[in-house]
């Protein structure tokens, strides 16, 4: 559903990613891997609209949106949980909810609302409370969860784990696999390789903003090599 097409993208004349290409299998989960720095999350935000591409294709649906504005990608299925989450932390759970959902006809409302919770009950529990009163985990369920409110068929998760406790990275993963199990696709960046190639179908692995290895992600984690010199597995 989603193909980069020798994508290169960065901040006015710096170049963070070079002619990337990948393809996003519908109903999968990709996992983008590699150190810090690499062009990650870059990558992530070229494909919302707030990084410039610099060159080549992001084509949803084969149609290349490269040129559309970040709230259009939105409207087309493309949504993200970026890295820091960015909540408005001034704001109640549910009136970030609110947020996330107002592309959509206010119908929808409590049916996308009670989906979110269902994936996150936490969240239903703390509801009437200040995003800025949450823990970080109960942040990080907050991003995906207003992410999700737009009715995505892409959503893109960066930087899952970081700073998490085991307990809640459990949950959260718990919920990617039912996102699968939804039909929605998901690209993740996630610093925690090992819990990234336990629930991902494919995998990228980016250097210096170039792709170094993709495949699948079982065939990533018997490759010796591949393990040690760029996902810290020994």
């Not at 949450?134 to 970081?162: C, N």
């Not at 692995?205 to 993709?214: H, N």
Request: one cysteine or more.
């Amino acid at each position: 559903m989603l193909e980069l097409h020798n994508l290169s993208c960065g901040y006015g004349p710096f170049q963070a990613v070079h002619e990337l290409s990948l393809t996003l299998r519908p109903g999968t989960i990709t996992g983008l891997l590699g150190p810090n720095g690499a062009g990650k999350s870059s990558t992530l935000m070229s494909v919302a609209g707030h990084v410039g591409v610099q060159g080549g294709q992001i084509r949803l649906d084969g149609v290349d949106i490269a040129a559309l504005p970040p709230t259009e990608r939105v409207r087309r299925g493309i949504a993200i949980a970026p890295e820091g989450r960015r909540l408005f932390k001034d704001l109640t759970v549910l009136d970030n909810l609110r947020v996330g959902g107002v592309i959509q006809p206010a119908a929808h409302f409590a049916h996308d609302r009670d989906y979110v919770l269902s994936l996150f009950p936490r969240l239903g529990e703390r509801l009437n409370s200040l995003a800025g009163n949450l823990s970080g985990g109960e942040q990080q369920m907050l991003a995906i969860g207003r992410a999700l409110m737009t009715r995505p068929r892409l959503v893109m998760i960066d930087e899952l784990s970081l700073g998490l406790m085991p307990k809640v990275i459990d949950l959260c993963y718990q919920a990617l696999r039912r996102l699968r199990e939804d039909g929605m696709t998901v690209l993740l960046v996630e610093q925690n390789t090992e819990r990234a190639l336990a629930v991902a179908d494919d995998i990228c692995v980016l250097e210096s903003g170039r792709a170094v290895w993709q495949g699948s992600a079982a065939d990533a984690a018997n490759d010796p090599m591949l393990a040690q010199a760029y996902l810290g597995l020994h």
